[in-house]
């Protein structure tokens, strides 16, 4: 016995919405050519530190 199925709709691409642009800032930017900096963000401070390999490392 063979059943007819309904046909599955053709897919259909899902646009992403309007996407905000994200700020970017260089690391150039935020370093200004130290080694470190502080980062205040409500009211504590991070460290943002390039190592010696250029890599960033954000501690509390």
Do not use: F, N
């Not at 205040?40 to 943002?48: A, F, P």
């Amino acid at each position: 016995m063979e059943h007819d199925l309904p046909e599955a709709p053709a897919p259909r691409l899902i646009e992403p919405a309007a996407q905000a642009e994200v700020p970017r800032i260089s690391s150039q930017q935020l370093l200004a050519g130290a080694k470190e900096v502080l980062i205040e963000h409500h009211g504590t401070l991070y460290r943002l530190r390039q190592t010696a390999l250029g890599k960033l490392i954000l501690t509390k």
